[in-house]
């Protein structure tokens, strides 16, 4: 069982910057692939950011590629994802995903079995 609890979000003006942060139970971090996804509301959850487990390879979604990044501490059982450059089209709930091993579907919401509780994040204009 894994327990994500992030943090970070708030609101902030467009072309500004937050960091959100997620915390991990469990003793096998490194051995999950770790995902940022978000929620705008009326939407889909939609694939922002993931970190392949034992610190693979990592993967952004077009809409968010060159302005954000994700890290991962593997000793503190925790993912970053710093995001820079903010639009208001940025506006949404992120959600930190967790998932044993590795899928080619990484970008998929249903293929990650733990989930965190959200943390709201408004870029206002």
């Known amino acids: 069982q894994v327990q994500l609890v992030e943090s970070g979000g708030g609101l902030v003006q467009a072309g500004g910057s937050l960091r959100l942060s997620c915390a991990a139970s469990?003793?096998?971090?490194?051995?999950?692939?770790m995902a940022w996804f978000r929620q705008a509301p009326g939407k889909e959850r939609e694939f922002v950011a993931a970190?392949?487990?034992?610190?693979?390879?990592?993967y952004f979604a077009e809409s968010v590629a060159g302005r954000f990044t994700i890290s991962r501490d593997n000793a503190k059982n925790m993912v970053v994802l710093q995001m820079n450059s903010l639009k208001p089209e940025d506006t949404a709930v992120y959600y930190c995903?967790?998932?044993?091993?590795?899928?080619?579907?990484?970008?998929?919401?249903?293929?990650?079995?733990?989930w965190g509780q959200g943390t709201q994040v408004t870029v206002s204009s």
């Open positions: 995903a967790a998932k044993f091993g590795y899928s080619s579907n990484y970008r998929l919401p249903g293929e990650y079995d733990y």
């Open positions: 469990g003793r096998t971090f490194s051995s999950y692939t």
């Open positions: 970190s392949r487990w034992r610190g693979g390879s990592i």
